[in-house]
């Protein structure tokens, strides 16, 4: 389906046309000055140099070609040359019964869908999730489900760390602390136990507790060097001890994505490319990419055009070990070979960004992608508190994921219980829990998601879990209140099928009409963008029409069945697209609240 505002510049440049003047100069916009005029288009100004004449008269003469406009009510050529547009009811109201009967209410989905895929999460095997990941879940959740509502083919990938020294050393702790385990003797030849010889809590204590003596101890440090080493090379009690890490590590992240409505479709991690490493180093040697600098291997990457120093990309330290860089570059030429995405998006932290630009720029030199090929690295920024410093909990450390999302649900129980109260009415404990775990995710999610990813926010407890406002519970409120008039009515005797909608009444009534209309320009530039705070913005703005026109229309004690109806159809498609929406950011909207 044509997006609303396509129309309505396509009507203009047909009138401009006929009037003798260029097509394109009939580009409309939303108006600036809501209470003069619904669109505008500014063409004339722009076509008074072309055609050296008087702005206004290039107006006029538009405006006198649309009097007869089915799609504009009102043309209004104004000093020095605007272009103030009201458009049509009848047009407005055809447009949305189109929309609400359309799949996907008419957004415009592609011929050839894109395969991408979305490199998101990263958590780090035997370390907590922290605040960090949050972002990364939430942000890329919702960029993969934008791309999916759109038509793409979308393959979500963790990317789980777990590789490298973290695995030493936890491996060479729990020999300190378990030396008889079996996995640590070179001469056992039996099976290893199906249990792992640690739990979840154990492992979250034992890595913190490793990572600090190595900082400490220089002959720590070399010991869990070289257990990653004899893990790399195959032991097998390490891989076996390594396989228990991993199991166990994994049910435990399953757990919390679960609980933040995330979901991958590949648990892959830095391991799985190791073996690709050695031919993938050999090829950038024989192709004369890679070449040996003060020991290590590497490959240039700057740029003539660079304004900034870019460092050629590692690909092997001096000892010959492989980097970071080293697996993500063999993850491309993997997931080249697998599954020839057409575009790979990746979501870390905005520190990266150089070492993104370094491998982006090594992958396209060495051919491991096609030209064609799209690589985005989106940055996001970091999660502050209100001291504008990274955000820490009560205790002054870094915050785990699990006691960020219990802060923010406690809060939610207390006011959803408050909000009751003050309604009039008790919830069960058991209900009011619920809710407040479905709201709670959704004042996380929608707390981050608004903002521009790049940008640092300020997680602000007592705002996001807000019923007022840019928040997500507000968001929920909305589609509540409309469920709970839906309800109303169907108690009333009403049907909510086989209903239609009716042109609007008044003034509020067609504002929500058009918000509504701009739906799929608002989905459609959220995916091209990457940009899930767009639909942040839409439903923000949505539901503050849908407020507006609710406080002024008694719409349950209306007489006219007819004039009803036509509320309820309009209502209908408003919950619809609420809820469209926020599946896409990543939450859900609860039965009452
Ligand atoms: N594990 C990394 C971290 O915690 C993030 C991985 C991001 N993805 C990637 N392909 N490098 O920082």
């Known amino acids: 389906m044509k997006k609303l505002l396509d129309l309505i510049s396509e009507e203009m440049g047909r009138a401009f046309e006929a009037a003798g003047y260029g097509n394109e100069l009939g580009r ?275 740029e003539e055009t660079d304004t900034k120093e870019i460092p050629p990309c590692m690909i092997l330290k001096s000892d010959g070990a492989s980097l970071y860089n080293t697996t993500d570059l063999a993850t491309i030429l993997e997931r080249m070979n697998q599954y020839h995405p057409d575009k790979i998006i990746y979501l870390t932290d905005k520190r990266q960004d150089l070492y993104f630009e370094q491998v982006f720029r090594c992958a396209r030199k060495t051919k491991l992608v096609q030209p064609e090929t799209q690589l985005l690295h989106i940055g996001f920024g970091t999660v502050n508190g209100k001291d504008g410093k990274p955000y820490k909990t009560r205790q002054g450390g870094v915050p785990r994921l699990e006691d960020l999302i219990a802060e923010i649900q406690e809060e939610m129980l207390r006011k959803i219980k408050e909000n009751s109260k003050a309604k009039g009415y008790e919830v069960e404990e058991d209900e009011a829990v619920r809710t407040s775990r479905i709201v709670g995710l959704a004042a996380i999610k929608y707390g981050d998601l608004s903002n521009q990813p790049a940008k640092d926010y300020i997680f602000d407890i007592d705002r996001f879990t807000s019923f007022e406002g840019d928040t997500g519970p507000y968001v929920l409120y909305t589609i509540v209140r409309i469920k709970s008039i839906l309800a109303k009515y169907k108690e009333q005797g009403g049907h909510l099928e086989d209903l239609t909608l009716q042109n609007a009444q008044n003034e509020s009534e067609k504002a929500l009409v058009m918000e509504l209309a701009r739906f799929n320009a608002a989905m459609e530039a959220a995916y091209e963008e990457s940009a899930p705070n767009k639909v942040c913005a839409y439903i923000y703005e949505l539901a503050n029409e849908f407020n507006r026109f609710y406080h ?15 509320w309820i159809a309009l209502l209908v498609l408003t919950r619809d697209i609420l809820e469209a929406c926020i599946e896409v950011l990543g939450f859900k909207a609860p039965e009452r609240m």
């Not at 008419?106 to 035997?126: F, L, R």
């Not at 002024?552 to 036509?566: F, L, M, R």
């Open 28 to 302: 409309a916009t939303l108006s600036n000055r809501p209470d003069l005029c619904e669109y505008q288009c500014n063409g004339a100004m722009a076509g008074a140099k072309v055609y050296k004449k008087a702005p206004i008269v290039i107006a006029q003469d538009v405006a006198a070609r649309l009097s007869e406009s089915r799609v504009f009510s009102e043309v209004n050529a104004v000093p020095p040359g605007f272009l103030n547009l009201k458009v049509k009811e009848d047009f407005l109201t055809e447009y949305i019964r189109e929309m609400a009967s359309a799949k996907k209410f008419g957004v415009n989905t592609p011929e050839n869908p894109k395969k991408i895929m979305i490199d998101y999460g990263g958590p780090n095997v035997a370390k907590p999730l922290h605040v960090g990941h949050l972002r990364s879940a939430v942000i890329g959740e919702s960029i993969k489900r934008i791309a999916r509502f759109m038509g793409h083919e979308v393959i979500g990938d963790i990317h789980m760390g777990d590789w490298g020294l973290q695995m030493g050393l936890v491996i060479y702790e729990l020999q300190q602390r378990q030396p008889q385990l079996p996995y640590f003797d070179d001469s056992f030849e039996g099976e290893y136990p199906d249990e792992a010889p640690f739990t979840i809590s154990e492992l979250e204590e034992i890595y913190p507790a490793a990572s600090a003596k190595s900082k400490e101890d220089p002959v720590y440090k070399e010991k869990a060097m070289e257990a990653t080493f004899k893990l790399q090379s195959g032991v097998r009690g390490y891989r076996a001890l390594w396989n228990h890490i991993l199991q166990v590590s994994v049910a435990d992240l399953k757990r919390n994505y679960e609980n933040l409505n995330v979901e991958f479709d590949l648990w892959k991690g830095e391991s799985d490319v190791q073996a690709l490493i050695p031919d993938m180093v050999d090829y950038m040697k024989e192709e004369g990419y890679a070449y040996i600098s003060e020991g290590a291997l590497v490959v240039d990457v700057k």
């Open 552 to 566: 002024e229309t008694k719409i349950i004690s209306e007489e006219d069945a007819q004039k009803k109806a036509g």
